[in-house]
């Protein structure tokens, strides 16, 4: 790690390094030979003195098994770690960051070094919601709840976050309830412990801070030809830009952003009714619109047919007697009452 200048430059730089580890099923096996071999060292000691050996000499050996198998022996076992596949520990010693132990087997290290992961120390009190199978009855809990976790494994699988709806202005200043779920893993072990203080609730934050940035950025609604972007129509152009914050903002962190989505976008209830409205409205205008351009459309092709097979030739005022009869009929709410004249059209 090179010279920095300033502790917090150091803390931005803190990199993940491998921590140094031999095979600890070897280990085991040898410190138990050992601790065997001081009981056989106890039945010699007394052999000797029986003998009538020298008292310094088998004093000696009484002392050097004893500090083994009550001392030195149990010790060495806490050396010893157990790691799942997608699992890593965070070692430090004696204060210092010592290395990062990952793949999963059986390993012996350092017994002196202590394993960390401040996620795991306190309770989070963030809006995450990272579902997990609780230790007991096998039910789900959330970060979110005040569950006390001591596990110091740090998990390397994707996760999943679901940030609590919030309520947020659009553009155009209309309050909207909106979630979203982002999904996330650890990618540097060493900066998720050491350049943040918890990293779940780091990112819980970072999430929402995000959103409101991105949201603020596009209306809720558009009309599709304006091309104007908006949140509800442009999901996937609003989940990428929202994916790129995030990651911007949760890489001190160590953390990578794999995916982020819209799961929840409505109007607030207070505005909701009147948006309602507006769509219907905006609805039933561009439903008419289409309807009188089709009416004109078989209007101007039924007069063109009378014209073409000469079936009936109409002045310039019956004409505009047809043009509005059949507008009436082809534009009405309501189905047309036919009435049958029975004598001249004139």
Known sequence: MSKLSSPSDRQLHYEEIKAKSVSGMMMLVLNIALMLGAIVGFIFVIVLAGRGAAPGLWLSLILVCALYFFLIGPFLFFGLKVLQPNDALVLTLFGKYYGTLRGEGFFFVNPFVSAMNPASESASTGNTAVIEQASAGGKSSMHGT?????????????????????????????????????????????????????????????????????????????????????????????????????????????????????????????????????????????????????????????????????????????????????????????????????????
């Open 146 to 346: 005040p569950v006390k976790k001591t596990n110091k494994k740090i998990s390397l699988k994707s996760m999943t976050l679901n940030n609590d709806k919030q309520k947020i202005n659009d553009e155009l200043g209309n309050p909207i309830i909106i979630g979203i779920v982002v999904i996330w893993k650890v990618v540097n072990t060493a900066k998720a412990v050491f350049n943040v203080d918890n990293y779940t609730e780091y990112l819980s934050i970072q999430c929402d801070s995000s959103l409101r940035n991105i949201v603020r950025l596009y209306p809720y609604d558009a009309p599709l030809e304006d091309g104007e972007k908006s949140l509800r129509g442009s999901s996937q152009e609003v989940a990428e830009k929202l994916k790129e914050e995030i990651q911007a903002r949760v890489d001190i962190a160590g953390l990578e952003i794999l995916e982020a989505r819209i799961t929840h976008l409505a109007y607030a209830p207070e505005i909701a009714a009147a948006m309602l409205q507006r769509q219907q409205a905006s609805a039933i205008i561009a439903a008419r619109q289409m309807i009188v351009e089709g009416a004109v459309g078989m209007v101007e092709m039924a007069l063109s047919k009378l014209g073409e097979k000469n079936i009936v030739q109409l002045d310039e005022e019956r004409k505009a007697a047809m043009v509005s009869n059949l507008l009436v009929v082809l534009c009405g709410n309501k189905d047309p009452q036919p009435i049958v004249n029975s004598g001249s059209i004139y």
